[in-house]
Nanobody, 119 residues
Framework: QVQLVESGGGLVQTGGSLRLSCAAS????????MGWYRQAPGKQRELVAA???????NYADSVKGRFAISRDNAKNTVYLQMNSLKPENTAVYYC?????????????WGQGTRVTVSS
């Protein structure tokens, strides 16, 4: 059973920073990629950033240059550093772990952490 536990969300003013953490139960090296998604009220869940087990990263255009995803394999943790936050970044942020198996893609999700950016 895979458990992903996010932390680090909260209320921050425009221009501020937050660092989200996602702690996994067990090694994150077993996953092909880890990522952060977000879902704002009334909107679909969208990819924010992802990192592969080879440390290749991918970002949504709207966060490039402001957000940075990283991983600490020894701590089984993935981070999302968010700088220069804007009100439109307000959302619930979800950690994702993806494994490519012989049976297809397996996705695991955390419970989410809320980020609110005040103007």
């Amino acid at each position: 059973q895979v458990q992903l536990v996010e932390s680090g969300g909260g209320l921050v003013q425009t221009g501020g920073s937050l660092r989200l953490s996602c702690a996994a139960s067990g090694s994150i090296l077993r996953f092909n990629a880890m990522g952060w998604y977000r879902q704002a009220p009334g909107k679909q869940r969208e990819l924010v950033a992802a990192i592969t087990n080879l440390d290749n990263t991918n970002y949504a255009d709207s966060v490039k240059g402001r957000f940075a995803i990283s991983r600490d394999n020894a701590k089984n943790t993935v981070y999302l550093q968010m700088n220069s936050l804007k009100p439109e970044n307000t959302a619930v942020y979800y950690c994702n772990a993806r494994a490519n198996t012989a049976w297809g893609i397996e996705d695991y999700w955390g419970q989410g952490t809320r980020v609110t950016v005040s103007s």
